[in-house]
Nanobody, 126 residues
Framework: VQLVESGGGLVQAGGSLRLSCAAS????????MGWFRQAPGKVREVVAA????????HYADSVKGRFTISRNNAKNTVSLQMNSLKPEDTAVYYC????????????????????WGQGTQVTVSS
């Protein structure tokens, strides 16, 4: 599946941004979707993930209560609403997909995901 992110940009601390990921290609299959981010000099880390058949959502501790992941299966899109942004949220954000599954394990592991978008830059100024 091909993934294209959009919605990144520059925002002041405390502000909000909404990222979107549009999927195309083998979209007839069910996919488990995740958002990851990578800051300069740091490893790629999970932000949030969402299943399809189970409707499960998962969040990294650093974003709980501030970020919300959602999906629109009819439009093959996944969104990440980011509120109360902090300078430490600055990173390139990536959308990722893998075959759908129901579990509380593995969603945080980037090696679980087969397809990745090109990334969108999010910069939060202090």
């Amino acid at each position: 599946v091909q993934l294209v992110e959009s919605g990144g940009g520059l925002v002041q601390a405390g502000g909000s941004l909404r990222l979107s990921c549009a999927a195309s290609g083998r979209t007839s299959n069910s996919y488990f979707m995740g958002w990851f981010r990578q800051a300069p000099g740091k490893v790629r880390e999970v932000v949030a993930a969402i299943g399809r058949s189970c409707g499960s959502t998962h969040y990294a501790d650093s974003v709980k209560g501030r970020f919300t992941i959602s999906r629109n299966n009819a439009k093959n899109t996944v969104s990440l609403q980011m509120n109360s942004l902090k300078p430490e949220d600055t990173a390139v954000y990536y959308c990722a997909a893998t075959r759908d599954y129901c579990s509380n394990y593995g969603w945080y592991d980037p090696f679980l995901y087969d397809d990745w978008g090109q990334g969108t830059q999010v910069t939060v100024s202090s």
